[in-house]
């Protein structure tokens, strides 16, 4: 019996552990369909169609700013990409701590 | 030391559901209607348009409240940054395009930046609930700086955890990795070891209560909520721990709550 409430208890532990993770991957599909809804509902703030080719930045401080009507769809994954500062599996090179004396609390000039 | 196992084993399967705030997902099926979450993202655009941000720190509620441990609200964060959109069938108009740090669908111990739209955004979300911090307009402008240069991606570290420890830099999660970029806009640095020694010495995360046996367990469930890089207590960085670190230090100039019927102060 123990045995049997055992393996009924693993079991249910397996299955639950996805549940915590949350689903993670990129499902854009699901995303254009969002979009496009998205342009179905009067605000034209998004369109639905291929993906973003491009999204810039705009400087635009102290004036009026206003969603227009052929604003933005992106599924891509433009910034995704490999090799960065913190990424150092793999590198088989010690790191060397370092001692780092913090500044003073933050504050905006 | 059967009775012990199965004792573990519904522990694990009856305390691992209060962890399920990773939320760090990238437009996973949704169980909201497709066209509420397309309102309400343009209702979120709008009004972040109407207050005049060019950049905006957005969160979204992707967990059932009811799952998510005591003071935590919201289960990702990103950058809303007003931009010039260019489609590929040549079209253009203005909106804003959301920087993610998503965890992987194939590895959860990984993450990737990815760029999507508001609508994508909401797409994951339990309810239509959005925190939003828009940050001083000085502090805008360096953050614009920061995010459109290499910085942004250098400050990534794809070893993900949804506890992740926002003093180190062993693990990352779409919070920690939306602080670090804070504050190497507010002090103009791209050094992480700096950057870390910043948010040790001023930044309170928010403390996450987790008993020993729920430690293990967690780890031993998924290496995603490993707690590894954090010492006796677990802490780590939320929406809500960032809304107070900014507020507390003049760095935002509102912060708030927008549902499709109302605006909340925080």
């Given at each position: 019996m123990t045995i049997r409430f055992t393996s009924l208890a693993i079991i249910f532990s397996l299955a639950a552990s996805p549940s915590f993770a949350g689903?993670?991957?990129?499902?854009s599909a699901q995303s254009v369909e969002h979009s496009a809804q998205a342009a179905s509902h009067g605000s034209a703030a998004l369109v639905s169609g291929a993906a973003t080719v491009t999204a810039v930045p705009i400087m635009l401080f102290g004036t009026s700013m206003a969603i227009s009507g052929a604003a933005l769809k992106e599924v891509g994954e433009s910034t995704a990409g490999i090799g960065n500062d913190l990424y150092l599996e793999g590198t088989g090179q010690a790191i060397t701590p370092r001692i780092v004396t913090p500044n003073g609390a933050p504050a905006l000039d | 030391m059967k009775r012990l196992l199965l004792i573990m084993c519904i522990a694990l399967a009856g305390t691992l559901p209060s962890l399920a705030w990773a939320g760090s997902s990238e437009a996973g099926k949704s169980l909201l209607p497709a066209a509420d979450v397309a309102a309400f993202s343009n209702r979120v655009q709008q009004d972040l348009a109407a207050r005049g941000a060019n950049v905006a720190i957005v969160a979204r509620m992707g967990r059932d409240p009811s799952v998510l441990p005591p003071g935590v609200q919201y289960t990702h964060v990103s950058f809303w940054v007003y931009s010039q959109i260019t489609r590929a069938d040549g079209s253009t108009g203005r909106g804003y395009q959301v920087y993610n740090l998503y965890q992987k669908d194939d590895d959860q111990t990984r993450s990737h930046l990815v760029q999507d739209s508001p609508a994508d955004f909401f797409a994951g979300a339990h309810r239509l609930d959005a925190g939003i911090i828009i940050p001083d307009i000085r502090l805008q402008k360096k953050l614009l700086k920061v995010i459109a240069s290499p910085t942004y991606r250098a400050l990534h570290n794809p070893r993900y955890s949804v506890l992740a420890n926002p003093n180190t830099s062993q693990f990352q999660n779409c919070t920690e990795h939306t602080l670090d970029v804070v504050m190497a806009s507010v002090y103009n640095t791209r050094d992480v070891p700096q950057i870390k020694a910043n948010i040790a010495a001023h930044f309170q995360p928010q403390p996450i209560k987790l008993g020993g046996a729920k430690r293990v367990l967690a780890s031993i469930a998924s290496q995603a909520l490993t707690t590894n890089d954090h010492g006796a207590k677990v802490a780590t960085a939320t929406f809500g721990s960032i809304a107070r670190f900014m507020r507390s230090n003049k760095l935002a100039s509102e912060i708030y709550r927008i549902t499709p019927d109302k605006v909340t102060r925080f």
């Open positions: 689903p993670s991957g990129q499902h | -």
